[in-house]
Structure formats: structure tokens, C-alpha cells
């Protein structure tokens, strides 16, 4: 049975929505993932003061320049 316009119309919105949806999941991952990583670098054992000064370092570097540092 061929579908009318709107029929198909309204497949495709949904299909965009569930890959929508997907997407969103996969980014929670990896944010967890990331996450878990930092947590096993050690990094969460640094007092407070120290893990903002590090932080801010990354801010004010960018991710691409404490990279190339720190494997130099």
C-alpha cells in the first residue's frame, strides 16, 4: 500500500526523533566515559585550589596546545 505525503512525512519525523534521541544517549556515553577516565587519571585527588588551577590552565591554553605539551 503506497503512503500518502503526510503519511511518510510523519515516518520520517519520527525516525529523525529516535536518531535524534540515539544521538543524545551516545553523547551521555561518552561523557561518561570521559568522566571515568579523568577519575582514573587521578586527577580528582588534587585538592581544590589545584584542580581549578589546572583547569583553568586547559581553559586558557585550549585542548590542543596542552596536548601538544604534554606529549612533547
Avoid: N, P
Wanted: net charge neutral; proline share 0%.
Amino acid at each position: 500500500m503506497a503512503l500518502s505525503i503526510e503519511q511518510e512525512r510523519q515516518q520520517l519525523e519520527a525516525e529523525e526523533q529516535r536518531l535524534a534521541d540515539r544521538r543524545k544517549k551516545l553523547l551521555e556515553r561518552e561523557r561518561a566515559e570521559r568522566l571515568k577516565l579523568v577519575e582514573q587519571s587521578g586527577l580528582f585527588k588534587a585538592d581544590g585550589a589545584h584542580f581549578e588551577s589546572i583547569m583553568t590552565a586547559i581553559k586558557k591554553l585550549g585542548i590542543e596546545e596542552v596536548d601538544k605539551r604534554l606529549t612533547a
